[in-house]
């Protein structure tokens, strides 16, 4: 907001805010109430208990509470070549709670930069991060529209340390190159991959319904949406996914290290809250965590059948059906929907019903008994999607 004389910006004044029946019109107490919500987004609670016990004990457990140690190539000590590449890379951002900005990191010199290296690599080897580098200052951005009094009607955006980012950005480039060299990511997954864009899933349902235009078949798509992703993403089960995949080593290590024991404080005005633990999912704003958030979802249509088309641009996800018998298709797609679900009572995730929508494009009429569901809810039919910036209009058929 803009001072009418003189020109002077000032800070939104933040209103009293209301949770759970406590009011906070101090901006000390504000703040701790922001933060308690926040928080509370990322609670264990929120998972889906039964499949992840089952996924737990049949998936060597042990891995979570011990050093896995592993000579894999992808565990060498980091090289001068690859730190200085990583803070070029670095875009700027405001510094975390140790107070380090980009500026400063971008501007060492020859003795700064190699003591920086040989606190990565220390770090590398002992797996162990300094506290700092898993706390962030949150800031409160309200969501348009919304109302200002309530928690839930702020967009938190996380301030988190610069040295860490850098060293994130060292162990994504380690851990992507193996991974895409030993072909361990679907090729379906088109988000946070070089050389892939959004327009490869586009394009690929785009062709399917072209084809069904031109051979008079029919076309049901479905349009997932994850509850809360990436701040739900269930740590433990991410960090079996990983040791199935063969990482191993100092690399695994420091990853575990990095999401557990994570606090957020949030910051309004000159005032901070007191910290809170970070239960689940990847730390908002993190250099390595939309890596993860793939490396998580990367089988989530491994349940589905051979059949049914996919694609996937980070969490958008979509399945799909091409045939001349529509109810046959309402019945295979139906199972896939299924075995979706049943991925994320496995693995602690939820779709959501009301967000999750379907697009038929047919020619035939659409008869009452066409409806498909998720969790014994009926999924809402509509005659356009927009995917990935790009509108699917059933009308074109």
Known sequence: MIRKMGGERREWEYPVITLEEKTAICDKDKADL????????????????????????????????????????????FTMAELVRAIKKAKPSAPGGDQVSYVMLKHLGERGMEKLLELYNRVGVEGKLPSVWKEAVVIPIRKPGKDPGKPSSYRPIALTSNICKIMERLVTERLTYELEKKGLLTSGQSGFRKGRHTMDAVVRLENEIRKAQANKESVVVVFF???????????????????????????????????????????????????????????????????????????VFSKVPEDIGSSLFADDGALWKRERNVMHIISEVQSAIDGVTEWGFDWGCRFSVEKTQTVFFTRKR????????????????????????????????
């Open 225 to 299: 949406d994850i509850e809360k992703a990436y701040d739900m993403m269930w740590k433990e089960g991410l960090l079996i996914k990983l040791y199935k995949m063969g990482v191993g080593g100092r690399v695994f290590n420091w990853i575990k290290n990095f999401l557990f024991d994570r606090k957020i404080q949030v910051r309004i005005g000159s005032e901070l809250s007191n910290k809170y633990m970070v239960g689940n999912g990847t730390p908002q704003g993190s250099v390595i965590s939309p890596l993860l958030f793939i490396i998580m979802i990367n089988d």
């Open 366 to 397: 659409i008869e009452d008994g066409m409806k498909l569901r998720m969790y014994e809810k009926e999924l809402e039919r509509v005659g356009s999607f927009k995917y990935l910036g790009v509108i699917f209009d059933s009308r074109v058929t």
């Open 34 to 77: 922001m933060a308690k919500s926040f928080a509370k987004v990322h609670s264990v609670d929120q998972l889906t208990v039964e499949g992840r016990r089952e996924v737990t004990s049949s998936n060597s457990p042990d891995v979570l509470v011990r050093r896995v140690d592993s000579r894999e190539k992808i565990d060498d000590g």
